[in-house]
């Protein structure tokens, strides 16, 4: 069995700064991708951050404040927001790609909390 474990959420200033981590741990044959996706209350979940083998996408409204990066061989990913708005409050979701014995897969975290505030 395969759990992907999130953390660092939490509730931080306009201006402030979060870095979120999510590890994955079981019967790993390899991790295709990895990504973070984003659900605020009454809103579509919508993806933030995607990392793979050909470089790195941001959704248009994170660009330049957010940056995803990860080690594959500890099938662990980050992503660290600077400058952190209103909007950008919303339960942070994360997301694998993972190969397991035959069968390849889409796992999701818990999820993690942020909220932007004053």
């Known amino acids: 069995q395969v759990r992907l474990a999130e953390s660092g959420g939490g509730l931080v200033q306009p201006g402030g700064s979060l870095r979120l981590s999510c590890a994955a741990s079981?019967?790993?044959?390899?991790?295709?991708?990895m990504a973070w996706y984003r659900q605020a209350p009454g809103k579509q979940r919508e993806l933030v951050a995607v990392?793979?083998?050909?470089?790195?996408n941001y959704l248009n409204s994170v660009k330049g404040r957010f940056t995803i990066t990860n080690n594959n061989a500890k099938n662990t990913v980050w992503l660290q927001m600077n400058s952190l708005l209103p909007e950008d409050t919303a339960v942070y979701y994360c997301?694998?790609?993972?190969?397991?014995?035959?069968?390849?897969?889409?796992?999701w975290g818990q999820g993690t909390q942020v909220t932007v505030s004053s």
């Open positions: 997301q694998m790609e993972i190969t397991t014995d035959a069968l390849t897969i889409g796992y």
């Open positions: 079981g019967n790993i044959f390899s991790v295709n991708s």
């Open positions: 990392i793979v083998s050909g470089g790195t």
